[in-house]
């Protein structure tokens, strides 16, 4: 389930199932979006990225689909492992480059 | 390739002292560094933008003259926390750019600064 509250939203899955992890960005203007995984005490680690002239992206078992009608974004991980577990943060980019990060969700996968 | 190291990874000082952080792109020339924080639980904040041989540029509320940054090459910049205090515990993430078309920042592995 999903919870939010004083920490980070947190979303627990089964290892196996498929993950939907969602993300509202701010600023209409944002042409470039892009799907971070962060692990505890390390730098965020690129998965995926899309820019505003598509609406859906696939990579290896992650799909990245845009809704620019109501500034949102999601990541689809299919056959959530346990590896998978991290924080996962959404950016949008204002200008050239310049990224703004979204508040992050915990997927935490059970064996 | 695209990696970016960072050094320390961890540093713990007195209040009042100032640290130097580095970030290094190892396989590539980064035209653009940028240096964040990250309180726990939180997300990354940009601090400020720095392009080689060029002033940096800093995010409202950010002071540079607290936060030194120079980007003297290609392939390094440096961020000084200058007189640091308990406040300034975070922890501070770069990430470098290559400027060739795209948008893709390569981040480093982070420093964690633990002030006493």
């Known amino acids: 389930g999903e919870s939010v509250g004083l920490h980070l939203p947190t979303l627990s899955v089964q290892e196996g199932d498929n993950s939907i992890i969602n993300c509202a960005y701010s600023n209409s203007a944002s042409d470039y979006f892009i799907w971070y995984k962060q692990e505890s005490g390390k730098g965020p680690q690129f998965i995926i990225d899309?820019?505003?002239?598509?609406d859906k992206r696939q990579g290896q078992r992650v799909t990245v689909l845009l809704n620019k009608t109501v500034k949102h974004l999601s990541l689809q991980i299919a056959a959530t492992q346990p590896g998978d577990s991290a924080v996962y943060f959404c950016a949008e980019s204002l200008g050239f480059q310049k990224l703004v990060f979204g508040t992050g969700t915990r997927l935490l996968v059970s064996p | 390739g695209a990696v970016v190291s960072q050094h320390p990874s961890r540093v713990i000082c007195k209040s009042g002292t100032s640290v130097k952080i580095e970030c290094r792109s190892l396989d590539f020339q980064a035209t653009t560094m940028f240096w964040y924080r990250q309180f726990p639980k939180k997300s990354l904040m940009l601090m400020a933008t720095s392009n080689e041989g060029s002033k940096a540029t800093y995010e409202q509320g950010v002071e540079k003259d607290k936060f030194l940054i120079n980007h003297a090459s290609l392939t390094l910049s440096t961020l000084t926390v200058t007189s640091a205090h308990p406040e300034d515990s975070s922890f501070y993430i770069c990430?470098?750019?290559?400027?060739?078309?795209?948008?893709?920042?390569?981040f480093g592995p982070g420093t964690r600064l633990t002030v006493l």
């Open positions: 990430s470098a750019a290559t400027g060739e078309g795209g948008n893709e920042q390569f």
């Open positions: 899309i820019r505003s002239n598509m």
